[in-house]
């Protein structure tokens, strides 16, 4: 049964940090696109960062670029999403994704993603 299973969300003041974990269980990441997005109320979900299968670039959101670090461990099949200088714009729920394509990841979008985590609720708040 494939599955992903997320942790460390939380609540954290502005400026603060915190890292998301997506673990995977009954198949290997390898090959696959890994992917972390996230839904705010009332908005669409948006792609946060990526790391593409085939080369290992990766992609992340303007608005993210410089205060979030994507990464992956393959001895335990779980990936990572680094959060720093957190805003109160940052809050929502974080999804982690993956899925076999071929592309960058940059031009993928969230309906092409099959399998996702449970989501995580970062609240960035004072």
């Known amino acids: 049964q494939v599955q992903l299973v997320e942790s460390g969300g939380g609540l954290v003041q502005p400026g603060g940090s915190l890292r998301l974990s997506c673990a995977a269980a009954?198949?290997?990441?390898?090959?696959?696109?890994i992917a972390w997005f996230r839904q705010a109320p009332g908005k669409e979900r948006e792609k946060v960062s990526c790391?593409?299968?085939?080369?290992?670039?990766?992609y992340y959101a303007d608005s993210v670029k410089g205060r979030f670090t994507i990464s992956r461990e393959n001895a335990k099949n779980t990936f990572y999403l680094q959060m720093k200088n957190l805003k109160p714009e940052d809050t929502a729920v974080y999804y982690c994704?993956?899925?076999?394509?071929?592309?960058?990841?940059?031009?993928?979008?969230?309906?092409?993603?099959?399998?996702w985590g449970q989501g995580a609720q970062v609240t960035v708040s004072s």
């Open positions: 790391i593409s299968s085939g080369d290992g670039s990766t």
């Open positions: 994704a993956t899925e076999r394509l071929a592309l960058s990841c940059g031009l993928y979008v969230a309906r092409e993603y099959h399998n």
């Open positions: 009954g198949f290997s990441l390898g090959g696959y696109v």
